[in-house]
């Protein structure tokens, strides 16, 4: 499978890919290493003005160790964490004067540098030199949890050394700049955090996070950032007279307790019958769902977190195989469960089995 992967990946890159970006493609590390410095802490969007503002000012590494200070950080001024504009000027300065102006070849020779880290270190190997380090960002995270279904949390350190071994096991060593870009692009367009284009991968064929149905669970955090405001989206799908559940285990609010398919977002999404319809074709690839109702806006206020979002209930004519991992309940089997109050507020204005009634969880 792993080699399948990489193969899928390249193939995408190489006649489906359209992503553009300045600084792609480049084989000088000094431009690699500017970009990569821009885009810690910073969308893609803003940082590729920032970048062309750089290289058209300073376009060379001598350049920008020859700058004053006051002018880098003039320049630098609305991309925040300055501490990243300190190390940049150190380090090329450092590398002007004792390196003669010439980037380290070798990958532990980058790791050195002031203010570069692993994954900056090995997309400069990768891209400049074509030194088989694999890539490990949150795109790549997010690609890989899904692809092979990890629950191990990445901000853990078992974690982050599951993922490194694996990144680097599929990598293409040949092209590993080839391969290092496809996967962060593949992450970045379409197996996004909140909305990944399942219907239209390549990699569906053989993604288990899809095959079992919890694409939108991975991957995981164990230590979950609180959050002022969290947009929850409960889908209640029934089948039958089963509606299916899934139990709490993210070491996150309502831990250990049951609530209904959840799609989080971090803005508060608009939804009608023809996007639900949408979802559940492009993330589950069901067709002909039958939308029974959309909430409004349900709210709750936690003691740090206010929690919105709403309830969309549909019926289902068959369950797909990556639904079936899922539990599947009757009436009497859900009213024994525990619930959110986040939830069971709804259920008891909004029964989804008409006759019964549900105990208050807070």
């Not at 058209?56 to 950080?73: H, M, R, V």
């Not at 300055?82 to 004792?98: D, F, G, H, P």
């Not at 790791?111 to 694999?134: D, H, Q, R, V, W």
């Not at 060593?173 to 399942?198: E, H, R, S, W």
Request: aromatic content about 12%; some cysteine; hydrophobic content about 40%.
């Amino acid at each position: 499978m792993k080699k399948t992967v990489t193969n899928l990946l390249l193939d995408w890159h190489i006649n489906s890919n359209k992503r553009e970006m300045p600084w792609k493609g480049e084989r000088d590390p000094y431009k690699i290493w500017l970009s990569e410095i821009i885009l810690q802490q910073t969308r893609v969007e803003q940082g590729m003005a920032y970048y062309e503002k750089f290289i058209l000012n300073y376009p060379t590494i001598q350049d920008l160790a020859s700058a004053k200070d006051e002018d880098i950080f003039k320049l630098w001024e609305g991309l925040g964490y300055y501490n990243r504009c300190k190390n940049l000027l150190y380090t090329a300065r450092s590398i002007v004067e004792q390196k003669g102006g010439k980037f380290p070849l070798e990958y532990e020779d980058i790791l050195e540098l002031k203010g570069i880290g692993p994954y900056t270190a090995a997309a400069i190997a990768s891209f400049a030199f074509n030194k088989p380090f694999a890539v490990l960002d949150g795109n790549v995270y997010r690609v890989l949890a899904r692809v092979f279904a990890i629950d191990t949390p990445i901000d853990t350190s078992a974690g982050k050394k599951q993922f490194a071994a694996l990144a680097q096991l599929i990598l293409d060593k040949k092209y590993p700049a080839l391969y290092n870009q496809a996967i962060m692009d593949f992450g970045a367009t379409v197996c996004m955090p909140a909305n990944p284009n399942c219907s239209a991968c390549k990699l569906q064929i053989i993604c288990e996070g899809y095959k079992k149905g919890i694409v939108n669970r991975l991957p995981i955090k164990e230590k979950v950032l609180l959050k002022k405001n969290r947009w929850l989206y409960y889908f209640i799908i029934q089948f039958g007279n089963k509606v299916l559940v899934e139990k709490r285990i993210l070491k996150d609010i309502w831990d250990n307790l049951f609530e209904f398919y959840l799609l989080e977002s971090n803005e508060q999404l608009t939804l009608d019958k023809s996007s639900v319809q949408a979802f559940f074709y492009q993330h589950l690839g069901i067709n002909n769902i039958e939308v029974v109702s959309i909430s409004s806006v349900q709210k709750q206020q936690l003691t740090h977190q206010q929690i919105r979002g709403q309830f969309i209930c549909v019926n289902i004519s068959y369950i797909p195989e990556n639904l079936k991992h899922h539990k599947w309940l009757s009436a009497e089997e859900i009213h024994k469960l525990a619930f959110p109050r986040y939830i069971n507020q709804y259920l008891e204005s909004n029964p989804i089995f008409n006759k019964h009634s549900y105990t208050q969880t807070k």
